[in-house]
């Protein structure tokens, strides 16, 4: 199922919005990362843990051509993220400037999304996986 929502709302409390998703514990949850161009197009992809299975990254394809033909066919406007619900596991699809990133998450059960999660997700910069020795990375073009 997916699941289509409104942009996000922005927090007021700069406690609260000075915290990063890689700080959070849900963050360990992450063991992909993709990063798509304005167009829907796979640019680059990190995985975690040596995980060889990519067919998640088909699903955050699919979203971004959901999203284009809602946009075209309904006047859908206004995308922030879409969640994917799969039986073992969830990607969530945000839109930052200039591109969108998915996010794979292992496991569902433990993986409590809320309205700030999402926020930092919004703010996340990829790059930092580069840093990360979680991670490997696969550029595209």
């Not at 197009?41 to 033909?69: E, H, I, M």
């Not at 979680?134 to 595209?140: E, P």
Request: glycine share 4%.
């Amino acid at each position: 199922m997916i699941l289509a929502e409104k942009k996000l709302p922005v927090p007021t409390n700069s406690d609260i919005s000075s915290l990063r998703f890689q700080d959070l514990s849900l963050f360990k949850l992450v063991c992909g990362v993709a990063i798509f161009d304005t167009k829907g197009l796979l640019r680059k992809y990190f995985t975690a843990d040596n995980n060889s299975n990519v067919t998640w990254l088909q699903t955050g394809f699919n979203v971004l051509s959901l999203k284009s033909l809602l946009e075209t066919a309904f006047q859908f406007d206004g995308f922030g993220h879409a969640t994917v619900h799969a039986s073992s596991y969830r990607i969530i699809v945000i839109q930052q400037h200039g591109r969108y990133v998915a996010f794979l998450f292992r496991s569902v059960e433990h993986c409590d999304i809320t309205w700030l999660t999402l926020r930092q997700m919004k703010e996340f910069e990829p790059s930092f996986l580069h840093e990360d020795p979680r991670f490997s990375s696969v550029f595209l073009g």
